[in-house]
């Protein structure tokens, strides 16, 4: 019933297959799994999630069929022709340069809808993913994206396990928090990094996790017993989100526009831009938004549909001047404009006292909507 297989990719559990499906008719992707890799209750949940998906979600790569044989189980899958996003992502990086980035001809807001979309119908069964990361959103060929890999996914909406998902998109609380954590808000907070991936070809930091002898990881900056966290650019982050956010990606790009060598800042560069950000204030306004709702360490204030909410009016207010950076904006956006020796703090501060009107212009989203 499968025939001209093709291995596309072989991840940490499976080996990935295109493969003709002469029912069908058409081609289909095998997750071939060995039994020795994987235990049955791990395949029997990754199928259960599967079914639940069922395969009406457009943004959710469904299961089509399952069987197994003596060594593997098999997952039939929907195939999606131009692989996942971060392989896609590192294509188009190396056709660019920091000075000419090259076009990425795909909608990063098209993106992000697809990407709730699926995730908030996950999340109405009960479904929470715990593992959301450029790999693990695939491409087909129209440029829609399709969710992939539900092994990690539970119905659990509170969670003890402090092993699951990928180090550099885990949500602080699940590296060990006392009363466990909720794994519906680490999706979004796992949305938050992907989408800083998606723009900037970058993660933040290694892992998000504050070693504590109590669990509590709510106290920022300096833990509780003295302890800091593990990863360096993390603990930048809990002290000044927005300063670290600003100094890590933001201003090597606004040195580059400015024709400036960029010095401050650890970030590298995105060697490629989206179609439809062409507006230094989408990918500023864009950062606010995630680090307000989404990449938030109290999880109570991620919200994936809020954070929809203001993109949309990211782009709404951007189709009205759609014409690239200017030397006006990066004026604006660079608070002290040529007298800047000190630039950095300047700029952190001023990208502060925005957010915080971002977080008044929220509520009073939040007001209307309710
Ligand atoms: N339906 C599909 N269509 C096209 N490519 C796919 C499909 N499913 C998976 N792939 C490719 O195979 C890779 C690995 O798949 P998947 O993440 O499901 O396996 P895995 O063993 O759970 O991987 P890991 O544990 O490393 O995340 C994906 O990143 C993607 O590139």
Not at 324 to 347: L, V
Request: charged letters at 20%; a negative charge.
């Amino acid at each position: 019933m499968y025939s001209n297989l093709e291995q596309i990719q072989s991840g940490s559990f499976s080996t990935v297959y295109k493969a003709w499906c002469s029912t069908l008719n058409k081609y289909v992707a095998l997750k071939v799994i060995p039994k020795q890799k994987y235990t049955e209750t791990g395949i029997m949940n990754e199928f259960k999630i599967m079914k639940a998906l069922g395969t009406k979600h457009p943004n959710i790569c469904s299961m089509i069929d399952y069987y197994e044989d003596d060594n593997n189980y098999v997952l039939v899958l929907e195939y999606c022709e131009c692989g996942d996003l971060y392989d896609f992502l590192s294509i188009v990086k190396r056709q660019g340069s920091i000075s000419h980035p090259a076009l990425i001809q795909l909608d990063f807001i098209k993106i992000v809808h697809q990407l709730i979309s699926a995730l908030e119908y996950a999340h109405g069964l009960g479904i929470a993913h715990r593992d959301i990361k450029p790999e693990n959103i695939l491409l087909t060929k129209e440029g829609n994206i399709k969710l992939a890999d539900w092994g990690h996914a539970t119905l659990n909406r509170i969670s003890n396990d402090f092993n699951i998902g990928t180090d550099n998109y885990r949500a602080p609380e699940t590296f060990g928090c006392l009363n466990g954590h909720d794994t519906i808000k680490c999706d979004a907070w796992g949305v938050g990094v992907t989408l800083f991936y998606l723009m900037f070809g970058q993660c933040p930091f290694r892992n998000a996790e504050i070693p504590s002898n109590d669990g509590d990881l709510y106290d920022f900056g300096k833990g509780k017993h003295g302890k800091t966290a593990k990863c360096a650019n993390f603990q930048q982050f809990l002290i000044d989100p927005y300063g670290f956010i600003y100094r890590y990606f933001l201003e090597p790009i606004v040195c580059i526009h400015q024709g400036r060598p960029y010095t401050a800042g650890d970030g590298k560069p995105s060697l490629y831009v989206w179609q439809d950000m062409v507006n230094i204030y989408q990918i500023f306004y864009v950062c606010r938004i995630i680090v307000d709702n989404l990449a938030t360490i109290d999880a109570d204030d991620r919200s994936l549909s809020r954070s929809l909410v203001l993109f949309d009016k990211v782009w709404n207010y951007n189709s009205n001047f759609n014409q690239g950076i200017t030397a006006q904006d990066i004026k604006e956006f660079n608070a002290d404009g040529d007298n800047n020796n000190n630039r950095t703090m300047d700029n952190a501060s001023s990208m502060k006292s925005n957010m915080a009107n971002a977080s008044m212009e929220r509520k009073q989203i939040i007001g209307k909507s309710s």
